[in-house]
């Protein structure tokens, strides 16, 4: 299963700047090193504290065990969204539009 994870920097500071930047620096220096296949894309946001990353995993707990082990962790917020493919959404519009096709005008406005 493929995952897009956007990723904010928190609104409040934990800890002094120097710590802060340090753990952000080796998060994306592990990302940049490759070090997690699962993660398999990295999109940093231009002038924000944030990013977007394309993982793969088989479940919710793998996918939560990956971005547990970015040493920014918690410093951010995630925001987690299964992804599918565009041929099988347009697959699965196809057969929704062949069954409105197939309805009766009576049961269509009902």
């Not at 990302?31 to 990013?51: H, M, N, Q, S, W």
């Not at 196809?94 to 005008?105: D, G, I, M, W």
């Amino acid at each position: 299963m493929q995952f897009l994870v956007l990723i904010r920097g928190n609104e409040g500071s934990v800890l002094p700047p120097a710590q802060e930047v340090a753990l952000v620096r080796e998060s994306y220096e592990q990302l940049a090193a490759g070090k997690d296949k699962r993660i398999t894309a990295v999109y940093p946001f231009v002038g924000e504290r944030a990013c977007a990353l394309l993982c793969e995993a088989s479940t919710a707990d793998e996918l939560q065990e990956s971005l547990m082990s970015l040493p920014f962790n918690r410093l951010v917020r995630t925001e987690c969204h299964v992804i599918g493919a565009a041929r099988s959404m347009a697959d699965g519009l196809r057969r929704v539009e062949q069954q409105l096709t197939n309805l009766s005008p009576a049961s269509a406005r009902n």
